[in-house]
T-cell receptor, first 115, second 113 residues
Framework: DVKVTQSSRYLVKRTGEKVFLECVQDMDHENMFWYRQDPGLGLRLIYFSYDVKMKEKGDIPEGYSVSREKKERFSLILESASTNQTSMYLC??????????????FGPGTRLTVL | GENVEQHPSTLSVQEGDSAVIKCTYSDSASNYFPWYKQELGKGPQLIIDIRSNVGEKKDQRIAVTLNKTAKHFSLHITETQPEDSAVYFCAASIRAAGNKLTFGGGTRVLVKP
């Protein structure tokens, strides 16, 4: 079974703090993703990575950065947390096969509250 | 970029009845349409997907239909059971844009016993 783990289930931080969210996958997947989930807005892509040290902006990258130093690990960084970044953060991974997108496997999520 | 609209946002059905969730997409180049189910406290999990070369796919009580001309696709759940209660997300992807999914806003399904 594919397993995607996220470092924390719940996190409470103060405005202005630097926040690190960690994601690890155990299936040697090339692709990794960070989404945020807000009610009524579905899942919105923040950043994704096709390979180690590679990153691309998603739909809402402002206020976030990422790091992928190893294939299995993808970190999301909030340089200076703000209250509007209070959300559920989901990490996912996938492989790319043939000409089609393959299944994305999600972690359980980190619910971040910024006070 | 791609835009995916999903309706309804909430759906309440009696156990045993059918549930239908509809999505529309904007980019005719999209060629992959997965559906995810998210149970409380968990991440979304793929339940079924359809590719643009087929019009319908079925897996036990779940089916998905795709109308490429109208750019919409639907999830059908028959004989609903309480364990079908969850949030469901549709998504669309353009292979040329990489392995990137655009998700709909989600539908919260409640199956009443």
């Amino acid at each position: 079974d594919v397993k995607v783990t996220q470092s924390s289930r719940y996190l409470v931080k103060r405005t202005g703090e630097k926040v690190f969210l960690e994601c690890v996958q155990d299936m040697d997947h090339e692709n990794m993703f960070w989404y945020r989930q807000d009610p009524g807005l579905g899942l919105r892509l923040i950043y994704f990575s096709y390979d180690v040290k590679m990153k691309e902006k998603g739909d809402i990258p402002e206020g976030y950065s990422v790091s992928r130093e190893k294939k299995e690990r993808f970190s999301l960084i909030l340089e200076s947390a703000s209250t509007n970044q209070t959300s559920m953060y989901l990490c996912a991974s996938s492989v790319t096969r043939d000409q089609y997108t393959d299944t994305q496997y999600f972690g359980p999520g980190t619910r971040l509250t910024v006070l | 970029g791609e835009n995916v609209e999903q309706h309804p946002s909430t759906l309440s059905v009696q156990e045993g009845d059918s549930a239908v969730i509809k999505c529309t997409y904007s980019d005719s180049a999209s060629n992959y349409f997965p559906w995810y189910k998210q149970e409380l406290g968990k991440g979304p999990q793929l339940i079924i997907d359809i590719r643009s070369n087929v019009g319908e796919k079925k897996d036990q009580r779940i089916a998905v239909t795709l109308n490429k001309t109208a750019k919409h696709f639907s999830l059908h759940i028959t004989e609903t059971q309480p364990e079908d209660s969850a949030v469901y997300f549709c998504a669309a992807s353009i292979r040329a844009a990489g392995n990137k999914l655009t998700f709909g806003g989600g539908t919260r399904v409640l199956v009443k016993p």
